[in-house]
């Protein structure tokens, strides 16, 4: 299918979602059970968004929920990628790099990220998972022992503040019942294995929850190999009937993970498991820049955190405080023969980060005008405070190892957020407000003066103002429209170079944007629910990349962009066991004015045009035995602003997986098998966005297989 017919077909099914959800509204449906209304799709709860228990079917803003199912019974659960892709409007790149993580964009926003995530707002457990500054890591999430993920786009992101082109926040499972434990084993491809251990149980008004984790990969790309250690933990404890305290502590240990680094056209297809060859030296021998240098990096992240809710009747006040500590040590790929000049802080990058926050807020529901007013009034304040150096990445003719000092400094990052909620709900009517001012601000205190003294503050703040309104059409169509303001500022990694190499670049401006959505919600008949979307977002002095080489990336302001697109998403159950899925984003996302070499029209970087998830699954009655057919597929996707590079094209690929489960006495034991991408198909798995060195291209796995299988005892 040619790209052009690919985007028609997806326009075409998202305007005929309108028909037919209006045709919906007409039909008589029959009466359900309480069990069957409890199930139904249209009652799917959701706390984000609206930060309190909601329908996600009567909330103006498009939503997804990830459930437990999803994530726990038929993958390896080690990254968020394996589920995420199943959302429309959000794409979600496994680097096959598990020492950048994740890249995660929504509606094109943080998909000019070289690790991480930013542009979207990470929480697990209503603890951030991004920074202040914005930048976040999806590494941190557990997804052992998540109970759901729930995805919001649009303008209702705005709703977080800085960096909220979308929200992705994970719930992990409660404790309840008789004390267990449970044993999962993974193992595939490319050497990959999985050990987890988890207890869980609850007495009376006490809860516990503990789990560890290791996993390890030989890699698919050369110089990929990586070990992840992850512990989690949660106490839950009624304290009063009407109050509640959650207690989380969680912690992440990456040793030396191997960075196999971006790779040009040519390496590319020549083989995508292959480095880079540095060539810039012909009298050493012939190596990868990845084994030349040793690219690594080692990651030590702690935090905890306590969540205490007390209820006053219908009103509720709420209050989170969190804290932690980020270890990281990374050593970055220069060329042979590179000279550092004065300004330049060196191929080592070693920081020692402190983080906490707060977020406290009061929920008050009354009567007005004969309806329901819901409000929530509360201030988010968080503060990171990095203790950084830099060094040198070679001693001599010996490359990889830590050099002369070049840096060091104190970084400090804070925000101080207060914000305002309000929904009233009347009849057919549900119209929602929100106002949020943000000021974020950066400390450099420079303790490396040879080169100058780079000490400085900048202070960036914004309104961000949402309105939504939603009509329910009748019981099973509801139609809503909402506008907001976002801004985004640059992370602190945004900040530390400037184009000419001489130190910070306070000069950068944040980002703000204008958010507008229409949208339909229904269900077709009793057991199909469809949601789609329309929307549009204008964008005023967009962050790009402005050159990136060896890990070293600098950013500036650019001129307009706009992004228009639909989504769409369908769920189904079709009867006698079978049930189907599909989420389908069309999204063109281009600089609407010109700006340097950057003609006007040219389409962002790492944003594909078209996104495709299905799936046919099948499920045996008891529940016992189940398997499924999913397919995604994404359009090519353009790796610097000019376009002129060669873009990755787009693909598609197929994946099958067979599950199973059994009940003996006091056991419970669960079995999958999966087998991805069945065609052997190339692709690039993703793009370093704008690299100088036009190593823009991480190749994706082709045909691999993950088995698991999981023993829980209840006691």
Not at 148 to 151: L, M
Not at 343 to 358: E, K, L, P
Not at 440 to 446: I, R, S
């Given at each position: ?31 359900q ?29 498009a939503i ?15 990254n ?26 929504s ?10 995530v ?7 457990d209503?603890?951030?998972a ?17 109970e759901?993920?729930?995805?919001l786009?649009?303008?209702f ?7 909220s082109?979308?929200v992705?926040?994970l719930?992990?499972?409660?404790p309840?019942g008789a004390?267990?434990i449970?044993?999962?084993v993974?193992g595939g491809?490319?050497?990959?294995r999985?050990l987890?251990?988890?207890a869980?149980?609850k ?17 698919f ?6 070990r ?5 933990a ?10 509640r305290?959650?207690l989380?502590a ?14 040009t ?9 292959a ?7 012909t009298?050493?021998?012939?190596r990868t820049?990845?084994?030349r ?9 702690k ?10 009747g ?5 209050m ?22 004065p ?16 977020d406290?807020?009061?929920?008050d ?9 819901r409000?929530?009034?509360?201030i988010?304040a968080?503060?990171s405070t ?5 060094f040198?990445?070679?001693?001599g003719?010996?490359?990889g190892?830590?050099g ?12 101080l ?5 309000m929904?009233?709900?009347?009849d057919?009517w549900v ?8 000021r ?7 303790r ?7 000490s ?10 949402l309105v ?5 059409v ?15 500022t ?21 980002a703000?944007?204008t ?15 469809l ?5 549009q977002?204008?964008?005023q ?5 402005d050159?990136s080489s ?13 992004r ?6 369908l ?16 999204l063109?996302a281009?600089?609407?004015e ?10 962002l970087?790492?944003?594909?045009r ?23 597929a ?9 376009n ?10 197929f ?5 199973a489960?059994?009940q ?27 690299d100088?060195?036009?190593?823009f291209?991480e ?13 829980q005892?209840?006691?």
């Open positions: 299918m040619t790209q052009h017919a690919f985007r028609l077909n997806a326009i075409a099914a998202l305007c005929a979602c309108w028909p037919l959800a209006l045709f919906a509204a007409d039909q008589p449906q029959p009466p059970t309480p069990e069957q209304a409890a199930q139904s799709p249209m009652n799917i709860v959701v706390v984000t968004g609206s930060r309190d228990e909601h329908t996600s079917f009567d909330l103006p803003a997804d929920v990830i459930d437990a199912s999803q994530i726990r019974d038929t993958q390896p659960r080690v968020a990628s394996e589920v995420l892709s199943a959302v429309p409007g959000l794409v979600a790149r496994d680097r096959q790099n598990y020492a950048q993580d994740l890249q995660i964009s509606r094109g926003f943080g998909a000019r990220s070289a690790f991480g930013r542009g979207v707002r990470l929480i697990a209503g603890i951030p991004t920074m202040p500054d914005g930048q976040g890591q999806a590494a941190t999430f557990n997804l052992d022992m998540a759901r993920i729930e995805v786009r649009g303008p992101s705005a709703l977080y503040g800085n960096h082109g979308g992705v926040q719930f992990t499972r409660d309840k004390p267990s449970e044993t999962s993974t491809s490319d050497g990959m999985k987890d251990v988890n869980q149980g007495t009376g008004a006490v809860g516990y929850l503990l789990d560890v984790s290791r996993f390890d990969t030989d890699g790309r050369d110089h990929g190999a990586a992840r250690d992850q512990a989690y949660k106490l839950t404890a009624a304290t009063s009937e009407t109050s305290l959650v989380t969680s912690g992440l240990r990456q040793d030396d993970t191997q960075d196999p680094l971006g790779v056209w040519a390496t590319y297809l020549r083989d995508p498991r480095g880079e060859i540095d060539t810039t030296d009298q050493l021998p012939q820049l990845a084994e240098y040793n690219t690594r990096k080692s990651i030590d992240h935090q905890a955190g306590l969540t205490w809710e007390s209820r006053f219908a009103n509720r006040l709420q989170t405080a969190y804290g932690g500590n980020r270890r990281v040590v990374q050593y970055q790929a220069f060329s042979r023969g590179f000279q550092a000049p300004t330049h802080s060196g191929g080592v990058v070693d920081f020692d980060r402190d983080f906490y926050g707060v406290l807020n009061w929920r529901v009354r009567e007005l005008a004969g309806g329901t007013l409000t929530t009034v509360g988010d968080s503060r990095d203790s950084r150096q830099g040198e990445n070679f001693v003719n010996e490359f190892v830590r002369r000092l070049r840096r060091d400094e104190e970084d400090k990052v804070s925000n957020d207060p914000y305002l909620q929904e009233w709900e009347r057919k119209v929602t407000g929100g106002l949020r001012r943000s974020v601000t950066f400390e450099v205190a420079d490396y003066l040879s080169n100058g003294n780079d400085g503050e900048v202070r960036y703040s914004h309104t961000t103002p939504g309104v939603l009509y329910k009748s019981p099973t169509l509801n139609v809503y429209a909402s506008a907001a303001r976002g801004f985004e640059p992370t602190l990694n945004e900040l530390f170079y400037s184009g000419t190499g001489t130190g910070f670049n306070f000069n950068v401006q944040p703000t944007s958010h507008l959505e229409a949208g339909v919600k229904t269900l077709l008949g009793k057991d199909i629910r949601n789609a979307a329309l929307f977002v204008k964008t002095d967009e962050l790009v990349v050159a060896g890990g070293r990336t600098s950013y500036r302001n650019a001129s307009a962009t706009l228009q697109g639909g989504e769409l998403s769920d189904a159950d079709l009867g006698a066991g079978w049930n189907a899925k599909l989420a389908v984003s069309a063109r281009i600089y609407d010109a700006f340097g070499n950057v003609p006007q029209g040219s389409r970087p790492g944003v594909p078209t996104s495709v998830f299905g799936e046919l699954g099948w499920k045996e009655a008891s529940g016992r035995w189940g398997a499924a057919l999913e397919t995604i994404n359009g090519r996707v353009y790796a610097e602003d000019t002129t590079a060669q873009p990755a094209p787009g693909y598609a690929i994946n099958a997986r067979a599950q489960s059994q003996l006495g006091g056991w419970r034991f669960k079995e999958f098998v999966r087998l991805n991408n069945l065609f052997d198909r190339q692709y690039v798995g993703s793009v370093i966005v704008g100088a060195n036009r190593r291209y190749g994706a796995q082709g045909r691999n297989w993950v088995l698991g299988v999981s023993g005892y209840q006691f």
